[in-house]
């Protein structure tokens, strides 16, 4: 769908959802995602759109002044982040049947089996999404343990996703998603989601109690919201 503001064109996607309020959302690429409940009219979705369109278009801005991240650039760079830091990527042929990855306090080694001849870039970033995975579960876990004391909420699950538009998500139902690619970022980062999330297992919308729920466990939540904003881009491989 397409609205004229400012004699820009603002082209979103329109998602009708069961749901309250109305949510606009800017992905890394650029897209426009409005959340609106069932039956909310048109007229309503173009008020709020316009409403909001300053803070739109400064963030389609900003997104258009970013070098756009280049596919595979990890093996190209042989660097990659974890909680935060950047370490040095080291490939190793192995005659092993199955990809290897070791970490060590400053780099990544990783064996590669001889007999992957073809489309070893895919190989080698499904084992390192695996990996992550795997860490961002531990890590996760521990710290929804530490916070969910603090705060005497408890989910019923934590599930690691691998989400296009979100770094985590709270259900109705008492489960947490995170995305796993945040733990890219420096643990304070991973902090703020786990609170966030946490929070909204008592304020289940972004209301001012929400964010008071949040500022009482993490003073300085909007560094943390805003590094997200920033840098959540390159958080990728």
């Not at 979103?12 to 690429?29: D, E, G």
């Not at 996760?140 to 004391?149: G, I, L, M, P, S």
């Amino acid at each position: 769908m397409q609205l004229i503001i400012k004699d820009k064109k603002i082209t979103y996607t329109l998602q009708r959802k069961n749901r309250k309020t109305i949510s606009i959302k800017i992905t890394n690429k650029g897209e426009v995602i409005v959340s609106v409940p069932l039956h909310i009219s048109d007229e309503k979705i173009n008020e709020v759109i316009e409403k909001k369109s300053n803070w739109i278009l400064l963030k389609l801005e900003e997104l258009s002044l970013r070098e756009p991240l280049k596919e595979n650039t990890f093996l190209e760079e042989r660097k990659i982040k974890f909680l935060g830091k950047e370490y040095d990527l080291n490939l190793f042929d192995t005659f092993n049947s199955r990809i290897e990855i070791i970490f060590y306090s400053k780099n990544f080694k990783i064996y590669v089996p001889k007999s992957i001849k073809e489309n070893k870039e895919e190989y080698i970033k499904a084992a390192l999404v695996s990996w992550y995975r795997t860490r961002a579960e531990k890590i996760f876990t521990e710290k929804v343990k530490v916070y969910a004391e603090k705060l005497k909420v408890y989910p019923k699950r934590i599930v690691i996703k691998d989400q296009k538009t979100k770094w985590g998500s709270c259900s109705s139902k008492g489960n947490i998603n995170f995305n796993y690619r945040v733990i890219m970022a420096p643990e304070n980062i991973i902090d703020y989601l786990v609170v966030h999330e946490l929070c909204h297992l008592v304020h289940m919308n972004h209301s001012s109690d929400f964010w008071n729920l949040v500022k009482s466990i993490l003073p300085n939540y909007r560094e943390a919201e805003e590094w997200l904003k920033i840098n959540g881009i390159n958080l990728n491989i």
